[in-house]
């Protein structure tokens, strides 16, 4: 997927030009963007902070350099995900289960919503807590394959993958701007200082 490489050469300036298509005819279809180029336009519109990574080592190394710009490193970290424990076992975090302990909150999500940016989670990552009792910064793992079109693909897709058993207390992630009091769309929901850890895998 070298989109994301064109993406992060440059500052996206060609993606805002073809958001706007004022060279076209009005009668012209819109022009869509591919997939994995919406979901990075409007989680970052969102305020969402997206670290793209080519491998695990840069995952690492990124998670590294989130801890360090935000002087975490004598910090706990809550991990509910037992296998997200064991991929990150040596990067030198200290995991707790109490979310009192904790400053920040490492998990991953069911899918990334390319329609509205946001992040699909459910029981499996967040258990039966409600996103409010959370810490306030979130780092997500994902993977560029849970790039989904909208909620429903999702939704759809968590069905498929659990036909056993559905996961419950399904959510979106939405607002990562915090403090922003006029901004009436995200009134009632919990906004986090959220970093998204993309890993390539496609």
């Given at each position: 997927?070298?989109?994301?490489?064109?993406?992060?050469?440059?500052?996206?300036?060609?993606?805002?030009?073809?958001?706007?298509?004022?060279?076209?005819?009005?009668?012209?279809?819109?022009?869509?963007?591919?997939?994995?180029?919406?979901?990075?336009?409007?989680?970052?519109?969102?305020?969402?902070?997206?670290?793209?990574?080519?491998?695990?080592?840069?995952?690492?190394?990124?998670?590294?350099?989130?801890?360090?710009?935000?002087?975490?490193?004598?910090?706990?970290?809550?991990?509910?995900?037992?296998?997200?424990?064991?991929?990150?076992?040596?990067?030198?975090?200290?995991?707790?289960?109490?979310?009192?302990?904790?400053?920040?909150?490492?998990?991953?999500?069911?899918?990334?919503?390319?329609?509205?940016?946001?992040?699909?989670?459910?029981?499996?990552?967040?258990?039966?807590?409600?996103?409010?009792?959370?810490?306030?910064?979130?780092?997500?793992?994902?993977?560029?394959?849970?790039?989904?079109?909208?909620?429903?693909?999702?939704?759809?897709?968590?069905?498929?993958?659990?036909?056993?058993?559905?996961?419950?207390?399904?959510t979106t992630i939405k607002h990562f701007k915090s403090g922003d009091e006029k901004d009436f769309l995200s009134y009632g929901s919990s906004a986090k200082n959220l970093y998204l850890l993309l890993l390539e895998d496609l």
């Amino acid at each position: 997927m070298s989109l994301f490489r064109k993406i992060f050469g440059s500052k996206s300036e060609r993606s805002g030009e073809e958001l706007k298509s004022d060279e076209r005819g009005k009668y012209m279809p819109e022009i869509k963007l591919p997939i994995d180029e919406r979901f990075t336009i409007n989680f970052k519109a969102n305020g969402g902070k997206f670290l793209y990574c080519e491998d695990l080592n840069e995952v690492y190394e990124n998670l590294e350099n989130i801890i360090d710009e935000n002087k975490w490193h004598d910090k706990k970290v809550l991990i509910l995900d037992t296998n997200l424990k064991d991929k990150f076992r040596n990067s030198n975090l200290e995991p707790t289960l109490r979310i009192s302990d904790s400053t920040f909150f490492l998990t991953t999500c069911e899918n990334l919503i390319a329609n509205d940016g946001s992040l699909l989670i459910s029981s499996k990552q967040i258990f039966e807590k409600k996103l409010t009792e959370l810490p306030f910064n979130f780092i997500v793992f994902a993977t560029t394959s849970q790039i989904v079109e909208n909620i429903g693909e999702g939704l759809r897709g968590i069905k498929s993958k659990n036909r056993q058993r559905i996961p419950t207390n399904i959510t979106t992630i939405k607002h990562f701007k915090s403090g922003d009091e006029k901004d009436f769309l995200s009134y009632g929901s919990s906004a986090k200082n959220l970093y998204l850890l993309l890993l390539e895998d496609l």
